[in-house]
């Protein structure tokens, strides 16, 4: 009878140790999960989005009366006798990357067929829209020389066509 009381009160006992510990557990399931959550809150919330500054290089890689397509970065650097310039290779249209034809001497876009002027013409600037449902012109790109002599282009910044400060003399 003794034994039994006593089983009954160990048997008492491991329950009650036993909700103890899954009270503590519980505890700690939602200290972690609202530690969890205080730091998400706490941390900055950044996006780190690549620089728009692009290094294109030194002048000397760009020939005379030359247009070369940077197609990871979507832009155009062109050597004209004016200087360097750089336009933007996004079609202004639904943003399809241009490509530059040596052939016709003109930018054009695959996907809908607009083409863009790269040499002035009568009143319009390189960049001008020729044909095509485009409904504005390549914006020109800043450009300038580094300390170490080296081409950069600013993709987050439109300049003015044909204006002094647009283009880089070497
Ligand atoms: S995206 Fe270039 S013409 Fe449509």
């Given at each position: 009878m003794a034994e039994e009381k006593t089983s009954a009160e160990g048997g008492d006992l491991n329950r009650r140790q036993f909700f103890a510990k899954l009270g503590l557990g519980s505890l700690g399931i939602a200290a972690a999960g609202t530690a969890a959550f205080a730091y998400q809150y706490l941390e900055p919330n950044v996006l780190y989005e690549p620089s728009p500054v692009v290094n294109a290089g030194k002048p000397d890689r760009y020939p005379l009366d030359?247009?070369?397509?940077?197609?990871?970065?979507?832009?155009?650097?062109?050597?004209?006798?004016?200087?360097?310039?750089?336009?933007?290779?996004?079609?202004?249209?639904?943003?399809?990357?241009?490509?530059?034809?040596?052939?016709?001497?003109?930018?054009?876009?695959?996907?809908h067929g607009s083409k863009f002027l790269v040499q002035p013409e009568d009143d319009k600037k390189p960049g001008d829209k020729i044909e095509g449902p485009a409904p504005k012109p390549l914006p020109w790109k800043r450009i300038w020389l580094n300390?170490?002599?080296?081409?950069?282009?600013?993709?987050?910044?439109?300049v003015p066509p044909l204006a002094r400060d647009s283009f880089v003399k070497v």
């Open positions: 030359s247009v070369t397509l940077d197609v990871n970065n979507g832009i155009y650097i062109i050597h004209s006798q004016e200087g360097y310039f750089s336009l933007s290779a996004v079609c202004t249209h639904l943003g399809c990357l241009t490509a530059w034809k040596p052939e016709l001497g003109i930018i054009a876009c695959p996907c300390d170490d002599g080296d081409l950069l282009v600013d993709r987050s910044t439109d």
